[in-house]
Nanobody, 121 residues
């Protein structure tokens, strides 16, 4: 069994920054990618970014490229999402997931409970 726990969400003004964390436990993650997704009210879950666990290759959605940075600490089994220049349209529940590096949420096997990010204008 794998458990993922996100933290770091909150309320921030437009232009501000937040850092989300995703702590993983239960299994080693050397063969898993870690992904971040988000879901706004009334919208489908949307891919944000992923990072491969062993090499650390990254990929971003166009909407967050150059503003968000995904990273990981293998020793702590933790992934991070640094979010800068936040916009009101970034408001959503943010989820971390572990699985195959992909844009499709169905490729991920494990999910956290989500953390709310609200950006005020």
């Amino acid at each position: 069994q794998v458990q993922l726990a996100e933290s770091g969400g909150g309320l921030v003004q437009a232009g501000g920054s937040l850092r989300l964390s995703c702590a993983a436990s239960g299994r080693t993650f050397s063969s898993y990618a870690m992904g971040w997704f988000r879901q706004a009210p009334g919208k489908k879950r949307e891919f944000v970014a992923y990072i491969t666990w062993s090499v650390g290759s990254t990929f971003y959605a166009d909407s967050v490229k150059d503003r968000f940075t995904i990273s990981r600490d293998n020793h702590k089994n933790t992934a991070y999402l640094e979010m800068n220049s936040l916009k009101p349209e970034d408001t959503a529940i943010y989820y971390c997931a572990a699985g195959t590096p992909a844009l499709d949420p169905d490729e991920y096997d494990y999910w956290g409970q989500g953390t709310q990010v609200t950006v005020s204008s």
